[in-house]
């Protein structure tokens, strides 16, 4: 992958000398641009080292909101047109061009759509925030909150093939992408929600939170029963499902290197990553910080074989007095692994 710097001005210069070498490995292309947005389009196209021709589907004066995917042998711009007010426009835009053959295709999507959260369906209206490619797969996602987004999947024929809600947490090399859902930014609680999508086969499997999990279960039971009346949140801002409480991806620290909070080995078709639990919405806020018995990490360790999921959990203390492991990464590895699932 290209170096990520910084582009100013001597960078947009360096851009456009650089232009005609955009093929070759060691130029950083990275596309950032640096300073005021929008920016019009054909200073995006310099700033990813792309020349035009006429026969490219593009207005390069138009001002734009922007995210590319750049290698060596092709290059996708997902953008939206942006008004003189600095307004957001619909559709979509979505250009590829083969640098092989010098060719561009180019397509609009101006109806996208998608289940947001659980029971509300609607449409992605917002700017474009990033471009991924997995395997031969690029998934553009639209930003619709801070705890909200879109994500489209579109072929490299530029055809939409799913549109999910959230945003791609982790990959595994077959092109398989773990999910991040999306939660209601202004809520007492934001759940984590994790699934796996396998475009081989189209399917979508929820992988977090499982069902029957009693370390859950336990905190479920300790947030109904354990917190005194006086400690109790009160008020608007305040949950009162405990099937709701906060999660989050934690990194797993238990020495002086933190670890990512998700792992992948696509050898061994296997993921782990950690669980923060948390208090909030349940405890009066200004007790949170100073309630560290509810502060609870749990690592969940998940196999896909022939189609099939098993998973483990532990607590953190327990992974690493019970397996010896400090971080996720290890917990991956084969030998581990057996230890993990007993077989």
């Known amino acids: ?28 292309c990275t596309g950032v ?6 920016n019009q389009l054909r200073v995006v196209l310099q700033a990813f080292c792309i020349q035009t021709s006429a026969e490219a589907p593009l207005n390069l004066d138009e001002d734009v909101q922007y995210a590319g995917y750049n290698d060596t042998d092709e290059f996708v711009l997902a953008y939206n047109g942006v008004t003189g007010a ?15 053959q010098q060719a561009w295709t180019s397509a609009d999507f101006s109806e996208i759509k998608t289940e947001i959260l659980p029971g509300l369906t609607a449409a992605c209206l917002g700017a474009i925030e990033g471009v991924q490619k997995a395997r031969t797969l690029f998934y553009v996602s639209i930003h619709l909150s801070p705890s909200a987004g879109c994500l489209a999947v579109i072929s490299r024929d530029l055809k939409l093939q799913r549109v999910f809600s959230g945003w791609i947490a982790a990959e595994f090399s077959n092109g398989a992408v773990v999910l991040e859902g ?28 499982v069902e029957n999990d009693p370390l859950r279960a336990q905190y479920l039971q300790r947030l109904r029963t354990e917190i005194s009346p ?10 009162a499902d405990p099937e709701h409480f906060d999660s989050d991806l934690t990194p797993v620290c238990l020495s002086v290197e933190c670890k990512p909070a998700i ?5 061994a078709a296997s993921l782990a990553f950690g669980v923060q639990f948390s208090p909030i919405g349940f405890i009066r806020f200004e007790k949170v910080k100073d309630a560290l018995e509810w502060d609870e990490r749990v690592v969940f360790v998940y196999r896909f074989i022939h189609g099939e999921v098993e998973h483990r959990e532990f607590t953190v203390s327990e992974m690493q007095s019970q397996l010896g492991v400090a971080s996720i990464d290890v917990l991956l590895m084969p030998d581990i692994l057996k230890q993990v699932f007993g077989h």
């Not at 000398?17 to 955009?22: F, I």
């Open 182 to 209: 999306s939660t209601v930014h202004f809520a007492p609680t934001h759940p984590l929600r994790l699934s796996l999508f396998d475009p081989s086969d189209g399917s979508m499997k929820s992988i977090y939170p």
């Open 86 to 100: 600095g307004a957001v426009e619909q559709p979509v835009h979505v250009v590829r061009l083969d640098k092989r």
């Open 33 to 38: 641009i640096s300073g005021q947005t929008p």
């Open 263 to 267: 792992a992948v080995n696509d050898e």
């Open 230 to 239: 006086s400690d109790r949140c009160q008020g608007e801002n305040c949950e």
């Open 1 to 28: 992958m290209p170096r990520r710097i910084t582009f100013g001005v001597l960078g947009v210069f360096l851009a456009l000398a650089l232009a005609s070498q955009a093929s070759a490995q060691d130029v950083p």
